[in-house]
């Protein structure tokens, strides 16, 4: 069969039930595969769209995500997704077409360097150079994309070698000698791990997004004692939110009885985060009288920017349940965390999220959120744009459960939220997706709607819509004497016409005391739905740790 029917197979064979891609001249031979594979193809309007989407549908599934384009500027347009779903350890594969072998290095018509572009923001890239490589090609790349830390791939392939005629065998086993992520833990670590937890009088878990397939394990964990628990943007729903030892979200703009119980902590343990810059502030000053626990799968993120007192390498659902069966086996002194909890309560009592609510019906973007919370009853999949909406989101939606929470974090992507959410409900066509969006944000991917429109896609955009890119006018506030340099948004466009444009439906909320019943109103609406909702125009995220500085000096 030709290479590219095989590779059809292949997909199949691994478990795809849906890709995300935009055609041109190079993958043409792959397109025409399509016609007949029985593979649900989506059309996006923008190759960063379909990247984004299959992050989305990855993220809320927990499977391979896979997004295609064509050489040149449709494998260019694909970096953004890539670097983002590296940032994020997303498990995806992406599909690019390349200019026949020939035409290689002459600077052919759309001819790109798409592994050499790509390849600082990989976990692996393969470049086809023979059509019979395909089939174990494709196999190698979902096995790296999902085991380990997960991460993009990218296997580029050239049109010509898609064309070619292979004899076809399906691949059975994928065995690479020199990939072989250590999952399992050690057991020596483990149990030193157990006797530092029976021994910390000022104990907090700090759970990142490697925690998102451990939930159940984490929450055992943290129940084997009192042990208070915080987690990172990525993790947020790994431990529910509603729970009488949940801390709130911790680094810039997470709680302060988080952010000062870590700073005060003599044992962190951190499992499946990375001690990025947004959790630690200055990092001579984090956390300075804890000893440091940390798991995580990827070897190359221990002791990289906080040194480890006890590393372990491994997958959590694998330490979490012996670490917890060790600490019970110590039955370790549970009254020695009273003193703890009495301090954390009363940073709970003095300090919890709040802001000014308003006396007539304008809307604080916080309010915003509570009332999107008690609309969807907490039970629909979010995801979001970049931006002070990201952080609200944060704050005041509390999530139950893991993967009902799909943000860029690493990278921070604009334009992230609205594709995402399309992805997330493919994968979850039985659940309510939500895409909390910024005004700005939106317009990046907002050619989406379309895809949303032609695909029966019902996703539900509400856009907190306050006229400005919101987090950079606060940092300009604060940080450079009010001179807001082009941050103002204006009222434009119309987002209702534009959603009637693309086929969607378009709703406008500014009251505050008909808000709930107005959400309630566009979730119910059928097909995908624009709703803008105009907010307070200068409102600030709080609290704050301004950048560089130490969690003990959070602001507002």
């Given at each position: 069969m030709r290479a590219v029917d095989a590779l059809m197979e292949c997909l199949k064979a691994e478990g795809v039930d849906v890709v995300f891609g935009l055609p041109g001249g190079a993958n043409l031979p792959t397109y025409d595969a399509f016609y007949d594979a029985g593979i649900r193809h989506i059309l996006v309007r923008h190759e960063a769209g379909g990247g984004h989407a299959a992050e989305g549908y990855a993220k809320a599934t927990g499977k391979v995500g896979v997004s295609l384009g064509t050489s040149g500027p449709g494998a260019t347009n694909l970096v953004t997704p890539i670097c983002d779903a590296m940032m994020d350890s997303v498990p995806l594969v992406f599909l690019t077409g390349q200019v026949q072998t020939h035409l290689l290095g002459t600077d052919g018509f759309q001819e790109a360097d798409t592994i050499g572009i790509t390849m600082p923001i990989v976990k692996h890239s393969f470049m086809i150079r023979h059509p019979l490589e395909i089939p174990r090609t494709l196999h190698e790349a979902f096995h790296i994309a999902r085991s380990g830390r997960p991460g993009p791939v990218v296997v580029d392939i050239p049109s010509d070698l898609s064309r070619a005629d292979i004899p076809y065998e399906p691949v059975s086993d994928v065995h690479l000698p020199g990939y072989q992520p250590t999952t399992d833990g050690n057991q020596k670590q483990i149990r030193l791990a157990a006797k530092a937890l029976a021994n910390a009088r000022r104990p907090v878990i700090y759970a990142g997004g490697g925690v998102v397939d451990a939930a159940s394990e984490l929450r055992e964990l943290a129940t084997a004692d009192r042990f208070p628990v915080t987690c990172t943007l990525m993790?947020?729903?790994?431990?529910?939110?509603?729970?009488?030892?949940?801390?709130?979200?911790?680094?810039m703009h997470g709680t302060r009885t988080a952010n000062y119980a870590m700073d005060e902590a003599d044992l962190i343990v951190a499992i499946g985060a990375r001690f990025d810059d947004r959790i630690t502030g200055k990092i001579s000053e984090f956390a300075p009288r804890a000893k440091f626990i940390h798991i995580d799968i990827d070897p190359a993120e221990i002791s990289k920017n906080v040194p480890a007192h006890i590393p372990i390498v491994g997958d959590a659902r694998n330490i979490l349940p012996r670490l917890t069966t060790e600490y019970r086996a110590l039955s370790a002194d549970r009254s020695r965390l009273e003193e703890w909890w009495s301090r954390i309560a009363t940073w709970q009592e003095r300090h919890p999220l709040r802001y000014e609510d308003t006396d007539d019906g304008e809307i604080k973007p916080q309010y915003m959120?509570?009332?999107?919370?008690?609309?969807t009853g907490g039970a629909a999949i979010v995801t979001s744009d970049v931006g002070q909406h990201q952080m609200w989101a944060a704050q005041f939606y509390d999530f139950p459960m893991p993967r009902r929470w799909i943000n860029s974090g690493g990278l921070g992507t604009m334009g992230f939220g609205l594709p995402a959410a399309m992805g997330a409900q493919v994968g979850c066509p039985d659940q309510t997706v939500v895409c909390i969006a910024g005004d700005g944000s939106v317009q990046m991917n907002m050619q989406e709607l379309a895809t949303c429109a032609q695909e029966g896609i019902p996703i539900k955009v509400f856009i907190m819509n306050n006229g400005y890119l919101g987090m950079v006018r606060q940092w300009q506030e604060l940080f450079w004497d009010r001179r807001y340099s082009h941050v103002d948004m204006g009222q434009w466009p119309d987002f209702v016409k534009v959603a009637d444009a693309y086929g969607a439906?378009?709703?406008?909320?500014?009251?505050?005391?008909?808000?709930?019943?107005?959400?309630?109103?566009?979730?119910?609406?059928?097909?995908?739905?624009?709703?803008?909702?105009?907010?307070?125009?200068?409102?600030?995220?709080?609290?704050?740790?301004?950048?560089?500085?130490?969690?003990?000096?959070?602001?507002?």
């Amino acid at each position: 069969m030709r290479a590219v029917d095989a590779l059809m197979e292949c997909l199949k064979a691994e478990g795809v039930d849906v890709v995300f891609g935009l055609p041109g001249g190079a993958n043409l031979p792959t397109y025409d595969a399509f016609y007949d594979a029985g593979i649900r193809h989506i059309l996006v309007r923008h190759e960063a769209g379909g990247g984004h989407a299959a992050e989305g549908y990855a993220k809320a599934t927990g499977k391979v995500g896979v997004s295609l384009g064509t050489s040149g500027p449709g494998a260019t347009n694909l970096v953004t997704p890539i670097c983002d779903a590296m940032m994020d350890s997303v498990p995806l594969v992406f599909l690019t077409g390349q200019v026949q072998t020939h035409l290689l290095g002459t600077d052919g018509f759309q001819e790109a360097d798409t592994i050499g572009i790509t390849m600082p923001i990989v976990k692996h890239s393969f470049m086809i150079r023979h059509p019979l490589e395909i089939p174990r090609t494709l196999h190698e790349a979902f096995h790296i994309a999902r085991s380990g830390r997960p991460g993009p791939v990218v296997v580029d392939i050239p049109s010509d070698l898609s064309r070619a005629d292979i004899p076809y065998e399906p691949v059975s086993d994928v065995h690479l000698p020199g990939y072989q992520p250590t999952t399992d833990g050690n057991q020596k670590q483990i149990r030193l791990a157990a006797k530092a937890l029976a021994n910390a009088r000022r104990p907090v878990i700090y759970a990142g997004g490697g925690v998102v397939d451990a939930a159940s394990e984490l929450r055992e964990l943290a129940t084997a004692d009192r042990f208070p628990v915080t987690c990172t943007l990525m993790g947020l729903g790994s431990f529910p939110a509603p729970h009488e030892q949940w801390l709130g979200m911790l680094g810039m703009h997470g709680t302060r009885t988080a952010n000062y119980a870590m700073d005060e902590a003599d044992l962190i343990v951190a499992i499946g985060a990375r001690f990025d810059d947004r959790i630690t502030g200055k990092i001579s000053e984090f956390a300075p009288r804890a000893k440091f626990i940390h798991i995580d799968i990827d070897p190359a993120e221990i002791s990289k920017n906080v040194p480890a007192h006890i590393p372990i390498v491994g997958d959590a659902r694998n330490i979490l349940p012996r670490l917890t069966t060790e600490y019970r086996a110590l039955s370790a002194d549970r009254s020695r965390l009273e003193e703890w909890w009495s301090r954390i309560a009363t940073w709970q009592e003095r300090h919890p999220l709040r802001y000014e609510d308003t006396d007539d019906g304008e809307i604080k973007p916080q309010y915003m959120i509570q009332a999107l919370y008690e609309a969807t009853g907490g039970a629909a999949i979010v995801t979001s744009d970049v931006g002070q909406h990201q952080m609200w989101a944060a704050q005041f939606y509390d999530f139950p459960m893991p993967r009902r929470w799909i943000n860029s974090g690493g990278l921070g992507t604009m334009g992230f939220g609205l594709p995402a959410a399309m992805g997330a409900q493919v994968g979850c066509p039985d659940q309510t997706v939500v895409c909390i969006a910024g005004d700005g944000s939106v317009q990046m991917n907002m050619q989406e709607l379309a895809t949303c429109a032609q695909e029966g896609i019902p996703i539900k955009v509400f856009i907190m819509n306050n006229g400005y890119l919101g987090m950079v006018r606060q940092w300009q506030e604060l940080f450079w004497d009010r001179r807001y340099s082009h941050v103002d948004m204006g009222q434009w466009p119309d987002f209702v016409k534009v959603a009637d444009a693309y086929g969607a439906t378009g709703m406008r909320l500014r009251d505050k005391d008909t808000l709930v019943r107005d959400m309630r109103a566009a979730l119910a609406t059928p097909g995908p739905v624009l709703v803008d909702v105009r907010v307070t125009r200068e409102e600030n995220t709080y609290p704050m740790i301004p950048a560089g500085q130490a969690a003990r000096d959070m602001v507002g």
